[in-house]
């Protein structure tokens, strides 16, 4: 059975910045998407951004121009680099990864930017 591990997360001043990433176990295959979501205190978990298999690339509006994500398809991983961070960002981020058989999600960690 496949798993995702996410590491990066933690506590940060606004302005900072801090880079997640998420390893997928080598049991998961035919990867179609590999996505960030989070959930803001009060919030609906929400997509962040997403990467596809052909190298497509897709964020929401509140973080274009300061988030990154990016895929390092050999080793099943897939990061997400965050500059300028406000505290609004605050909330647990979740990996995402979409393949053709099934749909897996992380167990979420912490981001917490202070003001």
């Known amino acids: 059975q496949g798993q995702l591990v996410e590491s990066g997360g933690g506590l940060v001043q606004a302005g900072g910045s801090l880079t997640l990433s998420c390893a997928a176990s080598?049991?998961?295959?035919?990867?179609?998407?590999m996505a960030w979501h989070r959930q803001t205190p009060g919030n609906q978990r929400e997509l962040v951004a997403f990467?596809?298999?052909?190298?497509?690339?897709n964020y929401a509006d509140s973080v274009k121009g300061r988030f990154t994500i990016s895929r390092d398809s050999a080793n099943n991983t897939v990061y997400l680099q965050m500059n300028s961070l406000k505290p609004e960002d605050t909330g647990v981020y979740y990996c995402?990864?979409?393949?053709?058989?099934?749909?897996?999600w992380g167990q979420g960690t912490q981001v917490t930017v202070s003001s």
């Open positions: 995402r990864v979409v393949t053709t058989y099934y749909n897996y």
């Open positions: 990467t596809t298999s052909s190298g497509t690339t």
């Open positions: 080598r049991s998961i295959f035919s990867i179609v998407t």
